[in-house]
């Protein structure tokens, strides 16, 4: 008498966010259904997405999979993958998640900036993991790389243009000669910006990508608090002027790096760099960061680090990383 192998589980995906980025995560997994199985060794099935309104159309998206109770849908799945923002009920929903062993993915910058550290020790505790690529810099993978590539290296010092919005200000300001005012309404009528812009105009964003990137380099605490924070919002016309005649760029880097005493310093501030400085290059709501290691050298990585398909690429990544981990327990 034969038998044969039983059918693997599937991985079951609760999606807490149907915004932008939970969106095109949806869609994702929906039409490429085949692709995410084979690459997570089983089927991986959306039980459902959970959103403030049920009741307006999602392009690509079954209403019948909508939800308004975000806490019912996460309690049964393998891997909850929390695209809401802000602190709550997104911190509450994570915290529940990994006390009871699941994998979380999450896009939550300024949630891992603040709370990074017990999430991981609950985590830990637990048996659960916590996957966060997509917090910075979306689809270009310099967590991976800070966290697994450069792992038998020894990263010495961190320095990037990690916020899209703000660049794409700059940019116009500086290459463009568009007044500064001029520039930052613009950019909201793109959407670079949100409705309100001030995360990224007074530096808060960059500040937790930057802390998170410490954290992960040099296993320390990094506290957001006390990363040196100044943005670009009382930025005037004269500031780039200035700039230009001493034949720079303006952009708002966020840089890192560790002292002899193991000390981390890490800022956010608007600087004049030469212009052939691989920073001043980035263009429009291009982000850039460059490593520096050991070993290794400096290692720079570009790309796009917003857009929702773009965050969605970094989403679906650590989807498959988490479905593989839940897969070892």
Do not use: C
């Amino acid at each position: 008498m034969s038998t044969h192998p039983s059918a693997p589980s599937p991985l079951r995906v609760a999606l807490l966010g149907g915004g932008t980025v939970g969106g095109a995560v949806a869609r994702a997994l929906l039409g490429r259904a085949d692709h995410y199985a084979q690459r997570a060794g089983r089927p991986v099935q959306l039980l459902g997405v959970a959103v403030r309104d049920t009741g307006r159309p999602r392009e690509g998206i079954p209403t019948t999979l909508l939800t308004d109770d975000p806490r019912a849908l996460a309690e049964g799945a393998d891997v909850v993958v929390e695209v809401m923002g802000g602190s709550e009920p997104a911190g509450e929903l994570i915290e529940a998640a990994l006390r009871r062993g699941a994998q979380v993915v999450t896009a939550n910058k300024q949630l891992v900036a603040r709370r990074g550290e017990e999430l991981h020790a609950l985590a830990a505790e637990h048996g659960a993991g916590l996957h966060y690529e997509a917090a910075v810099m979306a689809a270009v993978p310099v967590m991976a790389v800070v966290r697994e590539s450069l792992a038998g290296d020894e990263v010495t010092r961190i320095r990037g243009i990690v916020n899209g919005s703000t660049n794409y200000v700059l940019d116009l300001v500086g290459r463009e000669g568009v007044p500064f005012a001029d520039a930052v309404r613009q950019a909201g009528e793109l959407g670079y910006l949100e409705a309100d812009p001030t995360e990224d105009l007074q530096g808060l964003d960059a500040a937790a990508k930057i802390a998170i990137l410490a954290r992960t380099a040099w296993g320390v605490p990094a506290p957001l608090e006390e990363v040196e924070v100044t943005g670009i919002a009382d930025l005037t016309d004269a500031d780039f002027a200035d700039a230009a005649r001493q034949g720079g760029v303006l952009k708002l880097v966020a840089s890192a790096e560790r002292d002899t005493d193991g000390r981390v310093r890490a800022s956010v501030r608007p600087l004049i760099l030469p212009a052939e400085d691989p920073l001043a290059q980035a263009r429009g709501g291009t982000n850039v960061v460059e490593l520096e290691a050991a070993l290794a050298g400096p290692v720079r990585l570009v790309g796009a680090g917003a857009g929702g398909d773009q965050t969605a690429s970094a989403v679906l990544g650590d989807v498959v990383r988490a479905g593989l981990a839940a897969a070892r327990r």
